[in-house]
C-alpha cells in the first residue's frame, strides 16, 4: 500500500505509432467517380490555404517496417510539411498536426482541436451517413459553414489534446480519493496475446510503491500458457513474478517469450508490455512499438480467465489512441458513399490551437488531385486540407 499526494495523470500520446485503418482502398488509383472537391471549385476563399499531403504511408496494407509507413507531419506557422520520423515526431514541438492515410492526430506536445463545425444535415439521428449530402456537397458549396467560424464564434468551445488510451485501462489499481491511496487491484487478471501472436499469458498486478507522484515500482505475475502452440491453453497454478524497477528509468519493457526486462527501443517489435512509472502500462503496437500484442478487453478472476482455451479476436483489445479526427462521432469522412471502398469528406470545420495560434482547418480529399502524377492522381491517402489562421 502507497501514498500520493494527487490521482495518477495519464500519458501524453505518443504520435509514433498509431494504428491505422485501412479504410479507404488501396494505393492504387481510384476510379474516375470518386470524390474530388478540390476539383469542384476552391470555395472562393481567398484568406484561406491549401495544402495537399502525401499521406498514403506507403499504401494501404504496408509493411510495419515499410520506411514509408509513417505519418506525414505539417506546421502551420510554416505552411511547409516538416521531414520527421515518428520516433523523432514524439518529442518534437516542430509540428502541429500530422497525417497517415485516413487517420488525422494533433501534437500532443503542443497543439489542442476541436469541431467547430458538425455538418448535422450529413448524418441522420442514428449517425448513419445522408448519401445524397454527401454526393452533391463540394468544397464550394460548403464553404459558407468553413468561412462562418470565426475565433469570436467559437470562444467558448473546449479544444482537447488527442490523448492515449491503454487496452488495460486502469482498473490494475485502486485510487483512494479521501486518502490518496494507490494499491494494486489483485483480483483483475487479463489474458495477453504476445506482440509476435504466438502465445499467451495471464497477467495481473500485485503490488505498486510509489515515489512522490510516480511509480516507484510495479510488482507483477504471469502465468504463462503451457500447452504446445495450436493447442487448447493450459495455465499453470503458481505463476512468475518480476519487478519493474523505476529507480533509474520511467519505462521498463518486459518479453513475455524471454521471460526478463529488455530495452525498449532496440526490441520495438518484440517486447510485450511496456510498464511507466505514470502509472500506465502498455501493449506492444497501437501506441508503442511495432508489434501486434492485444488483452482482453474485460478483466477477470484467475479462476475465470484460466479457463480460456483459445483468442478470440472480438475478446481482444489494443491500445488506441482518442482524438477529435479519429473519434467515430466527429471524424472527417463517410465511407462507401457511393457504395464503393472509398472515402467521401463531410467538410466538417475543426479548430486546431498551437505554438502559433489558432487555425480553422477542413479537409477536402483523400485522393491526389486530378494532374497530378507524383503519386498518381486518384491515389488514396492523399489529403488536401484548408486552412486559416483565426
Not at 492515410?101 to 476541436?114: E, F, L, M, Q, W
Not at 488531385?369 to 486540407?385: D, E, I, L, Y
Amino acid at each position: 500500500m502507497t501514498n500520493i499526494s494527487t490521482p495518477p495523470l495519464s500519458i501524453a500520446v505518443i504520435a509514433s505509432a498509431i494504428a491505422l485503418s485501412a479504410c479507404g482502398g488501396s494505393s492504387s488509383n481510384s476510379s474516375s467517380g470518386d470524390q474530388a472537391p478540390g476539383n469542384g471549385g476552391d470555395g472562393g476563399i481567398t484568406t484561406s490555404t491549401q495544402f495537399t499531403i502525401d499521406a498514403s504511408a506507403g499504401g494501404s496494407g504496408a509493411a510495419k517496417d515499410d520506411p514509408e509507413n509513417k505519418f506525414s507531419y505539417f506546421s502551420f506557422a510554416s505552411g511547409t510539411e516538416v521531414a520527421l520520423e515518428d520516433n523523432e515526431a514524439a518529442a518534437s514541438n516542430a509540428w502541429d498536426i500530422a497525417f497517415k492515410r485516413n487517420s488525422i492526430i494533433v501534437n500532443p506536445n503542443n497543439s489542442k482541436a476541436a469541431l467547430v463545425a458538425d455538418q448535422a444535415d450529413f448524418y441522420n439521428a442514428d449517425g448513419s451517413p445522408v448519401k445524397a449530402s454527401f454526393l452533391a456537397a463540394t468544397a464550394t458549396t460548403e464553404a459558407p459553414e468553413f468561412i462562418a467560424v470565426t475565433a469570436e464564434s467559437i470562444a467558448d468551445i473546449e479544444l482537447k489534446a488527442d490523448a492515449a488510451t491503454p487496452a488495460l485501462g486502469s482498473t490494475w489499481y485502486n485510487y483512494d480519493f479521501a486518502t490518496h491511496v494507490i494499491t494494486a487491484n489483485t483480483d483483475n487478471h487479463w489474458l495477453i496475446e504476445n506482440a509476435e501472436k504466438t502465445d499467451v499469458s495471464i497477467f495481473h498486478v500485485k503490488n505498486i510503491t510509489t515515489a512522490g507522484r510516480s511509480a516507484a515500482s510495479y510488482t507483477v505475475e504471469f502465468f504463462d500458457n503451457e500447452a504446445e502452440q495450436g493447442a487448447a491453453f493450459v495455465f499453470p497454478q503458481a505463476g512468475t513474478e518480476f519487478i519493474a524497477d523505476f529507480t533509474s528509468k520511467s519505462e521498463v519493457c518486459f518479453d513475455l517469450d524471454l521471460d526478463s526486462e529488455v530495452d525498449c527501443i532496440s526490441n520495438m517489435d518484440s517486447w510485450d508490455l511496456r510498464f511507466d512509472s505514470s502509472f500506465n502500462i502498455w501493449l506492444n503496437g497501437g501506441v508503442h512499438g511495432t508489434g501486434n500484442a492485444s488483452a482482453t478487453t474485460n478483466p477477470d478472476t484467475f479462476a475465470e480467465i484460466s479457463k480460456t482455451t483459445e483468442v478470440t479476436s472480438f475478446a481482444m483489445s489494443k491500445d488506441t489512441v482518442s482524438g477529435i479526427f479519429t473519434d467515430a462521432e466527429t471524424t472527417w469522412w463517410g465511407y462507401g458513399i457511393d457504395d464503393s471502398h472509398n472515402l467521401w469528406s463531410n467538410y466538417r470545420v475543426y479548430a486546431v490551437e498551437t505554438n502559433s495560434g489558432q487555425y480553422k482547418l477542413r479537409v477536402l480529399s483523400y485522393y491526389a488531385p486530378q494532374g497530378s502524377t507524383a503519386p498518381a492522381a486518384g491515389t488514396s491517402g492523399v489529403v488536401t486540407f484548408e486552412y486559416e489562421q483565426l
